[in-house]
Structures are given as C-alpha cells and as structure tokens.
C-alpha cells in the first residue's frame, strides 16, 4: 500500500487524512503533520508579485523528497498564493509520476467547511498528478482543471469512472 505524507500550514479536522484514503479508493494510507513553511516560502517568493513560485519550489523540493521518511507521495498545504509563469496563479502543482505536491491555498478561503472541502479536491487532484493522470474532461471530475474557483466548486472529490480505473492501475 502507498504512504503519503500530508505536511499542512492548516489546521484541519482529525479525519481529513480518513477523507484522502476514502476518495483514493482506500489503495492509500495517509498520514499529516502540522508544519510551518515560512522559510521556504521565503526562499520563492516573487516580491513584486507577492506570490510564491510554485514552479521552481516544485523543482527545489522534487529531488531532495523521494523516500521522505519511507513515504511514496508527499503533499504540501501552503498557506500563501503561488504561481507558475503565464499563469496569474495556481490553486496546485504536481509532475504526472512525481514523488510530490504543493497546494496553495489563499484563494481557496471560505466558510470553513468550504475551504477544507476545496483544499481536499485540490490535494486529490494534485495526488491524482503525481499518480499518473491527467486532465479529465468531466466537468464532476476530480482531475477536471480548475481555471477558477468556481469550477473547483462545481467539481466533486470524487474520480470519474474512467479516472478511478486508470488510478487503481497506477497505484498497484
């Protein structure tokens, strides 16, 4: 079975790791710890834009992660806003097959039920990534890519029939 290690800037409830393992279709254990990354942020931060680049974090953090502490995947909640180039933001960016993923969350704010639930599809959207899928054309999907919040709202937690099955390949 696959670990993955959820670090997180933000508080959620004890059973958010409970909701991953349940929407990767239990193939996934998931562990979480509160950690701060101010000093990572720092190091990518665009001052101009006032946003962390995602893109070269990614690339920083890629190679010193495989393996972390016996983990498979490694996701990170970051409390800020963050970028790639020609794009204004990102909501999150993983590599398809990567060992890691990066969830910003500054736009996702809302009611808090709300942001947990949008950091959630984000987390199993990025997951999804670094499984091995890509972009799906089902608007309910999971993997369907959110251009706004909006569509990160329409969207479920769930994967489409078609996603699902390739994930259960990926996984095994």
Request: charged share 30%.
């Amino acid at each position: 079975m696959k670990k993955i290690l959820i670090l997180t800037e933000v508080e959620f409830p004890s059973n958010f790791p409970r909701q991953v393992e349940h929407y990767l279709n239990d193939l996934v254990q998931v562990e979480m710890k509160r950690t701060d990354f101010e000093g990572l942020k720092s190091q990518f931060r665009d001052v101009r834009r006032g946003q962390v680049r995602a893109d070269a974090l990614l690339d920083y953090l890629e190679p010193r992660v495989r393996g972390y502490e016996g983990f498979d995947k490694l996701v990170l909640v970051i409390d800020d806003d963050g970028y790639v180039e020609g794009f204004n933001f990102v909501f999150g960016v993983a590599r398809i097959g990567g060992a890691l993923a990066l969830v910003f969350t500054k736009r996702l704010r809302g009611e808090r039920s709300l942001y947990h639930t949008r950091i959630l599809k984000e987390i199993l959207h990025e997951l999804g990534h670094s499984f091995g899928l890509d972009h799906c054309t089902d608007p309910k999907c999971v993997m369907y890519f959110s251009n706004t919040i909006e569509d990160t709202d329409k969207k479920g937690p769930e994967f489409c029939r078609r996603c699902m099955t390739r994930l259960r390949t990926l996984v095994r």
